[in-house]
């Protein structure tokens, strides 16, 4: 833990003092664990849309009052969350109990909520008095020429609760994930995981401490960089492959971080269809757009694209489809 902490100091210079850090079984068990400790049947909560199903999956089950923020190429829309609180203060309706928001290399889209949105959010935070949800798992996995400020490091008052990934940046199979987040609901989230998992991993949590015992600062930041480069190069290989086949048939965004490519198909209303028909009988796996929304019954013209594990082969085929 004090490990973890120091990185967190390093990378984030927290404002205030009253943090922490605990791991859990992987950033998206981390998820599950606020959402159940906080949420409340019929709660308002918002969330970055489209976003990662299993969010949406694990909000859907609380039976949640669903409120889709849209974002664009620089993430999440600020105005669009004034739009939301301001209608229902209006209306008399309870404000929304937080957000939930994947500020770096966004799945699906691979946004990057820019500098400036990222310190408007935090002050409607204030102003409308929700929490932040900042899922950042692709933290390190962005191809900015500088590295980007978490809203953790922005946060003055213990709102912001940040969800870090071990397994994206140290190994997928370590299933480790950390909550950095004031100390007071720290101790009540513990109680909840161990309730419930008992603890994370110890072997996993024992290797990333001899990790960051052996590696030196320097060491632990070229092994960061390292990843930006493997990543970008294969973003970049299927980004012209995409160039090269589907100009004037889809509509994309150079992802700034992460492991996906967000593409409109130009003609297809229904990409789930177009994928049964021509990609599954073809031994390829895409996600259509669909899932990444609460309503996963309406037709969406996207699909997404993943450069993170396939051969440069792989890749190609699959853009040439």
Same mark, same amino acid.
Not at 88 to 96: A, K, Q, V
Not at 142 to 150: E, I, V
Not at 227 to 244: A, S, V
Not at 302 to 311: A, D, N
């Given at each position: 833990m004090k490990k973890f902490r120091e990185f967190q100091s390093k990378w984030h210079n927290p404002k205030w003092k009253n943090w922490d850090v605990i791991f859990t079984c992987g950033s998206q068990d981390a998820c599950s664990k606020i959402y159940e400790m906080f949420i409340d049947e019929g709660d308002p909560i918002m969330v970055q849309s489209p976003?990662?199903?299993?969010?949406?999956n694990t909000l859907a089950s609380l039976n949640v009052d669903f409120i889709e923020i849209t974002q664009d190429a620089d993430g999440i829309i600020p105005e669009q969350i004034i739009k939301v609180c301001e209608e229902?203060?209006?209306?008399?309706?309870?404000?929304?109990k937080l957000i939930y928001i994947n500020p770096i290399g966004a799945n699906p889209t691979?946004?990057?909520?820019?500098?400036?949105r990222k310190k408007q959010i935090y002050e409607l935070a204030q102003k409308y008095n929700f929490l932040i949800i900042e899922d950042d798992a692709y933290y390190f996995i962005?191809?900015?020429?500088?590295?980007?400020?978490?809203l953790f490091s922005l946060d003055t008052e213990g709102r912001v609760i940040r969800l870090d990934s071990i397994s994206?940046?140290?190994?997928?199979?370590?299933?480790?994930?950390?909550?950095t987040a004031h100390t007071e609901l720290l101790t009540k989230l513990i109680m909840h995981v161990e309730n419930s998992v008992l603890q994370a991993n110890s072997l996993s949590q024992v290797l990333l401490f001899k990790l960051f015992d052996l590696w030196e600062k320097d060491r632990? @930041? +070229? =092994?960061?960089?390292?990843?930006?480069?493997?990543?970008?190069?294969?973003?970049?290989?299927?980004?012209?492959?995409?160039?090269?086949?589907?100009?004037?048939l889809a509509e994309w965004t150079e992802p700034k971080g992460g492991f996906f490519i967000w593409l409109k198909l130009i003609g297809i209303d229904d990409t789930s269809k177009f994928i049964m028909e021509k990609c599954v009988p073809n031994g390829i796996f895409i996600i259509p757009g669909n899932v990444f929304n609460y309503d996963i019954n309406?037709? @969406? +013209? =996207?699909?997404?694209?993943?450069?993170?594990?396939?051969?440069?082969?792989e890749i190609e085929r699959v853009s040439s489809l």
């Open positions: 976003t990662y199903t299993a969010t949406i229902r203060l209006r209306d008399g309706r309870p404000l929304p691979g946004t990057v909520l820019s500098e400036s962005n191809f900015l020429n500088k590295q980007p400020t978490s994206k940046i140290i190994s997928a199979g370590m299933r480790l994930g950390c909550i632990l @930041d +070229q =092994h960061f960089k390292s990843i930006q480069d493997f990543y970008r190069t294969r973003r970049n290989i299927m980004l012209k492959e995409i160039e090269k086949h589907l100009t004037g309406k037709p @969406d +013209q =996207h699909i997404r694209l993943s450069y993170s594990y396939g051969t440069q082969e």
